[in-house]
């Protein structure tokens, strides 16, 4: 678990701190499978240093997680990753990275609670992994939108194609997205809001 956010110093760090000009602050979860790079994209779009509780892989995953197509991943996410973005003077985004292998995601309840949305990592090169995640997020009411990682070297497909083969509405965003790249990253969480507002405006809360 990496505990360097953690300050020794009493109170929060000067660039923790909230901006005087926050008025909102919305919950928003990172999800997907395996290895899809949700802990890649929190870092690399998280304004504070984020924390996360990645491990050393060890032999008690062997034949439990699946490593076809990464298996040069030594650590993973055992807990969740935490992240935040203004998204402009008023607007905060918390991010809250799942862990990918299933024997964890019981602690996926805690993490959804209060989500006002999400955003779901695909990788081309294990497609299969997300079918389950997609689904737990409809059970839960969850709205979402698919950001398809571009990794070095990985299959490339018309997103006509990826749509029809995950089975995703037409009227859910999906598009590309370099969880390495923080303007990438950006993009995507600035999609996800202006699809809730879509989706607030066609759904009013009752007068």
């Not at 799942?98 to 999400?118: I, N, S, V």
């Amino acid at each position: 678990m990496d505990y360097r956010t953690f300050d020794t110093h009493a109170g929060p760090r000067t660039e923790d701190i909230l901006p005087a000009s926050t008025a909102a602050a919305v919950k928003v979860v990172i999800v997907g499978g395996f290895g899809v790079g949700k802990t890649t994209l929190v870092g690399a779009v998280s304004e504070i240093r984020p924390l996360t509780t990645e491990e050393t892989m060890t032999q008690a995953g062997v034949g439990v997680d699946d490593l076809a197509g990464i298996e040069h991943k030594t650590e993973t996410t055992v807990a969740m990753d935490f992240g935040r973005i203004s998204i402009n003077e008023q607007l905060v985004l918390y991010l809250f990275g799942t862990p990918g292998q299933e024997r964890f995601w019981f602690l996926w309840d805690g993490l959804f609670e209060g989500a006002l949305g999400a955003v779901v990592l695909l990788d081309t090169r294990r497609l299969e992994v997300s079918y389950d995640v997609m689904g737990l997020l409809e059970e839960r009411g969850v709205p979402f939108v698919v950001a398809v990682n571009t990794f070095p070297g990985s299959p490339v497909h018309a997103m006509s194609e990826l749509r029809a083969a995950m089975d995703l509405p037409d009227s859910v965003p999906m598009f590309t997205c370099d969880a390495r790249e923080r303007a990438s990253c950006r993009d995507a969480l600035m999609t996800l809001m202006r699809y809730l507002y879509t989706l607030t405006n066609e759904n009013p809360e009752p007068q």
